[in-house]
Nanobody, 127 residues
């Protein structure tokens, strides 16, 4: 089993930045891909960015809405996943979730079928 704990959410004004962190514990050696997802009130959960964590320089993918503004990265030594969010917009508001999956094969940002999920951290962007 893998446990995921997110942190770093908060309230910022449009144009601001936040960095989310996701600490993984448990059988982390089994993880092949990790990702960030978000859910706004009244909307379905959607993918934001994913990364192939099985390698130190893994493939990444981004939703079109965040490309060029968000960066997903990993620190394997710390078993931690990050999401650097710049130029935040009000439409980025939502609960942000970290997820991990052990299945081989890179999972792109549209794939919401990850196996392990964190509890989420709230991001609120005001105009």
């Amino acid at each position: 089993l893998v446990q995921l704990v997110e942190s770093g959410g908060g309230s910022v004004q449009a144009g601001g930045s936040l960095r989310l962190s996701c600490a993984a514990s448990g059988y982390t050696r089994s993880i092949y891909s990790m990702g960030w997802f978000r859910q706004a009130p009244g909307k379905e959960r959607e993918g934001v960015a994913t990364i192939e964590t099985i390698s130190s320089d893994g493939v990444t993918s981004y939703a079109d809405s965040v490309k060029g503004r968000f960066t997903i990265s990993q620190d394997n030594a710390k078993n931690t996943l990050y999401l650097q969010m710049n130029s935040l917009k009000p439409e980025d508001t939502g609960m942000y979730y970290c997820a991990a999956d052990p299945r081989p094969g890179f999972r792109y940002w549209r794939d919401t079928t990850f196996t392990y999920w964190g509890q989420g951290t709230q991001v609120t962007v005001s105009s």
